[in-house]
């Protein structure tokens, strides 16, 4: 004999436990372990949910519910818009041997009629999703991970050869502000790797140009140009507002200032540099991990450490290193992967070799040691680089 949706319901009715918004307030309250899923559609999720609820829509529940809850002895407790989807939910998960399920009665509807806590997520733009589609596919990344990218904020520290492939990417990625530290303009010598900028932005502030590039290649995106030189009098006040710090710069003086105001705000520094047909990555300051200075407590003399300028570089070179501070970026504000703190990769191209070395924090280091209390402050880097032994 056929039956209803009504009638199928009620006689779940007889055999599912059903608990009321007040239960439930009482068992999250009491700090209960149980699961809540939430088994409506999208577009219903993107209006409000009950705060930890895990979402699987009723579609898709039988495929991913052993992902999210592989133990059957856990207590679940689902529910729907008014209770009565999620009494078929549950129905299946007993049928799939969960021991312990229950519905909300009443649903998420009078869940929040109850006022009880209700979170609305920030939800990706129709053009969002089109445009993050293949990382809405990765289950590192999904809708969460994309929004997390937007939310970011990154400064890149010079527009030029390893600045230029990481913004680049990170702009294509999705992050949310860029910010560019550049006082320079653009020369014609740095078109041969500097990719942000183009031949007619020739004498042009670089900062200004790589604003131009980045918002054309993805108008979502926040692009804060800062054409100033940084300094100790300035770099606090431009580091505070952003969560990570890319060092693209090419100059010990600048690379001693990016680290010590990355120790002292308690910034992530990933760093790279370049030189010939050699580069190398590291994220520097990450909690118990070392800071440059633990790897180079002095500068070598400037002879023995030209820049680009005065020793030259090839030029796809800066994108292959840029491209991985760019990677190393992403993971960390993804939180996922196993980042370079720690560990240096050094890329030799002649003969296409990585190699991962090994990077301990020194406890004598004068910056982030263990006798260090205070912050020692901000040195006078230019004579310190031309005069390591002097400070």
């Known amino acids: 004999m056929a039956k209803s949706s009504q009638e199928m319901a009620q006689e779940l009715r007889q055999k599912i436990q059903e608990i009321s918004p007040a239960e439930l307030h009482a068992l999250r309250e009491n700090e209960e372990d149980f699961v809540l899923i939430d088994v409506r559609e999208q577009d219903e999720y993107d209006q409000g949910y009950i705060p930890g609820a895990v979402h699987i829509p009723r579609g898709f529940l039988e495929l991913r519910i052993e992902e999210k809850v592989p133990d059957r002895s856990t207590p679940i407790v689902a529910y729907c818009a008014v209770g009565f989807r999620s009494l078929f939910s ?31 997520p920030r939800v990706l733009s129709a053009q969002a999703r089109k445009r993050y589609s293949r990382h809405l596919l990765i289950p590192e990344v999904q809708e969460e991970g994309q929004l997390r990218l937007l939310n970011s904020k990154v ?11 990481s913004a680049f990417y990170l702009a294509a990625a999705g992050v949310g502000t860029l910010g560019i530290v550049d006082f320079d303009d653009v020369d014609m010598s740095n078109l041969q790797r500097q990719i942000l900028h183009t031949d007619d932005r020739v004498g042009t502030p670089k900062a200004e140009s790589a604003r131009k590039t980045l918002t054309a290649l993805n108008p979502d995106i926040r692009v804060v140009p800062h054409k100033v030189r940084l300094g100790k009098e300035n ?11 890319v060092d693209g710069t090419d100059n010990f003086p600048t690379r001693y200032l990016i680290n010590d105001a990355c120790v002292k705000l308690g910034k992530l520094n990933v760093h790279g540099s370049v030189y010939r047909f050699e580069g190398q990555v590291t994220v520097f300051c990450a909690p118990g991990g070392p800071c440059y200075r633990c790897l180079y407590p002095e500068p070598p003399p400037p002879e023995l450490a ?21 990677v190393e970026t992403v993971k960390l504000i993804l939180g996922v992967g196993e980042s370079m703190a720690g560990k240096l990769l050094h890329y030799e191209a002649l003969n296409t070799e990585f190699r991962k070395l090994k990077l301990r924090r020194d406890p004598q280091c004068s910056y982030c040691g263990e006798k260090v209390k205070e912050f020692p402050g901000y040195a006078d880097y230019e004579f310190f680089c031309a005069n390591p032994s002097g400070l």
Not at 91 to 119: A, C, D, F, I, P
Not at 155 to 165: D, E, H, K, N, T
Not at 306 to 324: I, K, N, Q
Request: glycine letters at 16%; proline letters at 4%.
């Open 155 to 165: 400064l890149m520290v010079g527009a030029g050869g390893l600045g230029s492939p």
């Open 306 to 326: 030209p820049s680009c300028a005065e020793a030259g570089v090839l030029g796809v070179l800066p994108g292959v290193v840029g491209l991985l501070q760019a």
């Open 235 to 245: 770099v606090d006040e431009i580091f505070k507002d952003y969560d990570i710090i």
């Open 90 to 120: 549950a129905e299946t998960l007993e049928r799939m041997g969960y021991e312990e399920v229950s519905s909300l009665s009443g649903g998420y509807n009078k869940w929040k009629q109850g006022e009880y806590e209700v979170k609305i």
